[in-house]
């Protein structure tokens, strides 16, 4: 995606954000002096840690008067990104720029969230093109170009601060942004659930904002990867078997009126696998106890092998399930 370079006119001066490249010198005159060298030195600081991004508020707190930021507008030393939000002209217009401007023209309790939430969080490669910002309800800032407002009250858990960012917190992260990705945000929310975030994390937050935009899609979601996370587990668990060479095992074996994914049935043991993500809801728990006490009255002892486990120490997982058919082999 080619970086925005410009934006509607924005007061007090109307002139457009510069192009991305390398810095710009400043022109007109001189940049007027912002007072005592501690608080030159006080805002230099910010706008290095802002990549070169500030509100007006910010610039009075830090102790330029009016008049001195009209100055430093109309001699194009800053330039406007968002009304009262500025880029000091020897800063790049970065990606990281983008968001910081957006948050903070967007205003109090603003977090940034969506696909450009995923990538400030690390957990998507790019930037989208627009950025989405949250706002609480009682507030009603209105789109700007490359800027979408969403107006929804967050709980505190569904918010966080990073490098210095209000944003969606990243269970609630993870799953906007693979409502916002379509097709595409299936195969995202897996890779996010398998390396960065629980699913029961995800799932959580889906509860905490049941009628939010997206929601039902979401919760669909949730529902398919919990689906593919299952089938992953049991092709994984058949994978450790085979590469331990283990013995006596089936797969698809029928048992007492239900099909089990894994069983050694000489041991009565059967395995199951559980994927990073598993479905939703009561019925499902339900479904899943009625199942395990079927087998258990019928004399099956039933392991369940988690994916991360299968994963990351598969050694242990194959020496529980060994030590378990030796015993039911035993008692046998």
Do not use: K
Not at 55 to 62: E, F, I, S, V, Y
Not at 114 to 134: F, N, Q
Not at 255 to 260: F, M, S
Request: a positive charge; charged letters at 20%; proline letters at 9%.
């Amino acid at each position: 995606m080619e970086p925005i370079t410009h934006l509607d006119p924005v007061p007090p001066t109307g002139d457009p954000i510069p192009p991305t490249g390398d810095p710009l010198p400043p022109t007109g005159d001189p940049v007027p002096p912002t007072g005592h060298p501690t608080a030159r030195a006080a805002l230099a600081a910010l706008l290095r840690r802002q990549a070169g991004v500030i509100g007006r508020a910010q610039a009075r707190a830090a102790g330029l008067s009016a008049d001195a930021i009209d100055r430093r507008l109309a001699g194009r030393h800053w330039v406007p990104l968002h009304p009262r939000v500025y880029l000091d002209r020897t800063h790049r217009l970065t990606d990281e720029a983008r968001v910081r401007a957006a948050v903070l023209w967007a205003g109090d309790e603003a977090v940034l969230s969506g696909l450009a939430a995923a990538w400030w969080h690390g957990v998507a490669p790019a930037l989208g093109g627009e950025i989405a910002v949250t706002v609480p309800r009682r507030r009603s800032p209105r789109n700007r170009p490359g800027v979408a407002v969403r107006r929804r009250d967050l709980a505190g858990d569904d918010r966080a601060s990073r490098h210095g960012v209000p944003v969606t917190a990243l269970p609630l992260t993870v799953l906007e942004a693979a409502v916002e990705l379509g097709a595409a945000g299936g195969p995202f929310l897996d890779r996010a659930l398998q390396a960065h975030v629980g699913f029961a994390e995800v799932a959580r937050a889906h509860t905490r904002n049941p009628g939010a935009a997206g929601a039902t899609a979401a919760r669909a979601a949730l529902a398919a990867t919990a689906e593919r996370a299952g089938s992953a587990a049991v092709r994984l668990l058949v994978s450790r078997l085979r590469e331990a060479r283990l013995i006596g095992w089936r797969t698809e074996h029928p048992a007492a009126g239900v099909v089990l994914p894994v069983a050694f049935p000489q041991a009565r043991v059967a395995v199951e696998a559980e994927g990073w993500a598993h479905p939703l809801g009561a019925e499902a728990r339900r479904r899943t106890l009625w199942r395990r006490g079927v087998l258990a009255r019928a004399g099956w002892t039933v392991l369940t092998c988690r994916w991360h486990d299968l994963a990351s120490r598969p050694d242990a997982v194959l020496g529980e399930i060994g030590l378990a058919v030796t015993l039911g082999r035993r008692v046998g």
